[in-house]
């Protein structure tokens, strides 16, 4: 990973404090207009190509959560992330031959979309006696080139893995079709906020419906609004950063 001058650095601890103080203020005027209170939301930053250094610095003004798309990356950042005062979580597509590696490193997986990838946390998690919180990955918007799972198909996969020890679903996670206006992707949030509920209601043994996961730097107030309570921000704190490293 590129290391940073000290100019560039002090000036992006500093980019993230302002940032970090606005996405607080967005967030907190979102939860009361949805009813709710900032402490019923959690935020959590996206810190893919994000230097430690940085990301401790946003733990130091308050961050709690923070999470990972790349298991190489995360693996490459791991002994300085300060998770002391931080809890690390895995958001994106994980291979069911990476789990082995990242399963004593998180406290929660977002993104279990296969009974595949369901069971092998399970084994891997038996083996090293814990219990895997996850998120069941839903694709809300039937994109091809998306994974999650197909919404006809979410109440046999969460069956599925409520039988299974070792994991335990906590909830859903979503990533909506780019949409052109506000109005289109609050269909979406509106949509998984639904979802959410009606398993709620269903009562299922391992299965409890405490998170659900939606919205990112561009529309975290619109999937507050909705009823997520916890959102995903990357860029909007540590600006836009170059995926092609």
């Given amino acids: 990973m590129e290391k940073l001058s000290d100019d560039l650095l002090f000036q992006k601890l500093n980019n993230v404090e302002e940032n970090y103080k606005y996405i607080e203020e967005k967030i907190a005027e979102a939860a009361v207009k949805s009813g709710r209170q900032r402490k019923d939301i959690t935020f959590l930053a996206a810190t893919k190509t994000v ?20 298991v190489q990356e995360l693996l490459s950042k791991y ?19 990476k789990v082995r590696q990242i399963i ?7 993104s279990v979309d ?22 069941v990955e839903v ?14 198909m979410l109440d046999e996969l969460i069956g599925e893995i409520s039988e299974m020890k070792g994991i335990s679903v906590k909830g859903l996670m979503a990533i909506p079709p780019i949409c052109e206006t506000s109005q289109e992707i609050v269909k979406y949030f509106e949509k ?14 391992n299965v409890s419906m405490n998170i659900l996961s939606m919205g990112m730097s561009d529309d ?12 995903r921000v990357g860029s909007a704190l540590f600006g836009k950063r170059d995926y092609t490293k």
């Fill in 51 to 70: 230097q430690p250094a940085v990301i401790n610095h946003a733990i130091s003004l308050g961050l709690r959560y923070i999470g990972e798309n790349r």
């Fill in 114 to 135: 296969s009974a595949k990838l369901a069971g092998e946390i399970s084994r891997r998690a038996i083996e090293n006696g814990i219990v895997m919180d996850v998120l």
């Fill in 104 to 110: 004593d490193k998180v406290s929660l997986i977002q």
């Fill in 220 to 231: 975290y107030s619109e999937a507050i609004m909705c009823g997520a309570n916890m959102v």
């Fill in 79 to 97: 002994d300085e992330y300060d998770l002391n005062n931080a809890q690390l979580q895995f958001i994106g597509r994980l291979q069911t031959n």
């Fill in 192 to 205: 998984m906020h639904k979802l959410f509920i009606d398993i709620s209601t269903k009562k299922t043994d």
């Fill in 139 to 152: 694709n809300v918007g039937q994109e091809e080139s998306k994974s999650g799972v197909q919404i006809e």
